[in-house]
């Protein structure tokens, strides 16, 4: 079974409707993070969390919202979709006790599609 | 804003042969991680290969191996006797203060047979 999971793998959704990208991880980990990836630009961080009660914004933050659960669950809403939020959205999670190796461990992406 | 720069969006490499895909960043610290992911068709992001800053020797997964030049900032990711299965794309990452990730922009790595 995977570590990371995300759903949904795939979402059609039409300008305005209000979308949610849910995030779960059996690994133990405290920390988890919100990327979304567009061709040419790479991955960059929407939110980020440390633990249930830390949340922060990361590059591109306007446009979404994050609620954090749980230790093993995170979601990314978008309250207002807008075409210009069409892309690739992955969920990843990283262990604090590595210390100051940051290795992130991904789940399989959501491909989201706003017309 | 710091910096991920791949400055080769597309490269391609006969099978069994050597390709070397570039990477530069820009930081003001002096340690921190520098990470190749791999990205295949399925969409899962692969760690390949990672390199401390303070360590001068280069690391090696088998047929995967960096060449770190600290001083220039460089950190190119060489992939020997290529095989089909290399087919992707690959990203270059760096680390930073807080342990965030810093992605550059990707270079899609084809395969001939």
């Known amino acids: 079974d995977a570590d990371v999971t995300q759903t949904p793998r795939n979402r059609i959704t039409k300008t305005g409707k209000r979308i949610m990208l849910e995030c779960s991880q059996t690994k133990g980990h405290d920390r988890m993070y919100w990327y979304r990836q567009d061709p040419g630009l790479g991955l960059r961080l929407i939110y980020y969390s440390f633990d249930v009660k830390d949340i922060n914004k990361g590059e591109i933050s306007d446009g979404y919202s994050v609620s954090r659960q749980a230790q093993a669950k995170f979601s990314l809403s978008l309250e207002s979709a807008i075409p210009n939020q069409t892309a690739l959205y992955f969920c990843?999670?990283?262990?604090?006790?590595?210390?100051?190796?940051?290795?992130?461990?991904f789940g399989p992406g959501t491909r989201l599609t706003v017309l | 804003a710091q910096t991920v720069t791949q400055s080769q969006p597309e490269m391609s490499v006969q099978e069994a042969e050597t390709v070397t895909l570039s990477c530069t960043y820009d930081t003001s610290e002096s340690d921190y991680y520098l990470f190749w992911y791999k990205q295949p068709p399925s969409r899962q992001m692969i760690l390949v290969i990672r390199q401390e800053a303070y360590k001068q020797q280069n690391a090696t997964e088998n047929r995967f191996s960096v060449n770190f030049q600290k001083a220039a900032k460089s950190f190119s990711l060489k992939i020997s006797d290529s095989q089909l299965g290399d087919a992707a794309m690959y990203f270059c990452a760096r680390d930073n203060a807080g342990n965030m990730l810093t992605f550059g922009g990707g270079t899609r790595l084809m395969v001939k047979p």
């Open positions: 990843a999670t990283s262990d604090p006790r590595q210390g100051r190796y940051n290795e992130q461990f």
